[in-house]
């Protein structure tokens, strides 16, 4: 069996591969930046799935204020420990950013229980009332986003930005038409698609163009 | 904004969702099996992606062999963390079963620079010396796939089953064509398409139906 081993030039051909895709099946579409066209193939790398090319919608300073934040050093709170896993920690830390996920904390169990809310909205109300910038990476739970949303328009809390790209079938579409409406900074995925895995890569590519 | 909270409703609707649209876009589509539709509609809630009714591949023995070998305690090896962090832990640790991803430990990375391999591999290397019943759960790395299937065929691993759901441009495709050659059990995603949340996702849904 001859396969390609060296990490570096699996990625390199991966993307590579991905350019002569979209040449071939999508000859007339146009990257709207350099920034756009990372984090996209970024999305198709780690997902292998071309729908991307339309689905991914950047608003105008999200990447900016992702990129500010980190450098900032903020804290990126995830919804899944799958999307923590999968963000760049080593990256991320050489920015002093810290990244956490609540979701199995104590305190998250027994507030979504006194509550009778998911463990993904507790995970926000705690995450809310902690110090410093925040980015909110979720790509599980529309609960979580419609929390944050919620919360921010209350005043309770000012998100630096949101990687909202929940998946499914119940309240995901929903939840990124609501972030697509506010003066958030986001990355969403419109209708069903998304993912933990996403929300992870959306992340790096910004940190590897950083 | 009004939104369904509870947990358990969210997936329940999920799945008759999910239900309601093969209806609608494959009104012949049959699913082989119980356990079958059970795996293949988890894959698909986990992804929002129909192509998975198929491109999913569940090989004759593959859910006898996962089945028999977590309730023999087996150990369950993954290529990322972030399968790992997608796996239900709590299920299985009730079948007294372990889970491990190898990637970054010391011993790995040492490994696979003596060896000119990758992370993946070293840490197949290093599985295969464990003693115990072995499930292997790969989502991201076809030379960790590759691996499996080499140590199988020299006699040096006797992995009980693989879910073999790479995802990506190099390789991906071909090792899992590999692997449906093999007379390992498996469970695999044909093509480009798989991931670590995928993988995680066929392992809870087995689990589930246990």
Known sequence: MAYIKNPALIEQNSFEIIQ???DEIRPSYVFKSEIEEKIIKRAIHTTADFEYLDILKISEQAVNAISEAIKNGATLYTDTQMALSGINKTKLKAFGCKSACYISEESVVKLAKEKEMTRSMAAV???AKEPGEK???IGNA??????IIEL???GELLPAAIVGV???FVGAAESKETLAQTNIPYILSQGRKGGSNLAAAIINAVLYAL
């Open 20 to 22: 002569g895709i979209i």
């Open 125 to 127: 109300e705690i995450a």
């Open 135 to 137: 980015i909110f990476v």
């Open 142 to 147: 529309p609960t979580a986003l419609y929390k």
């Open 152 to 154: 921010t328009q209350k």
């Open 166 to 168: 929940p998946v499914g």
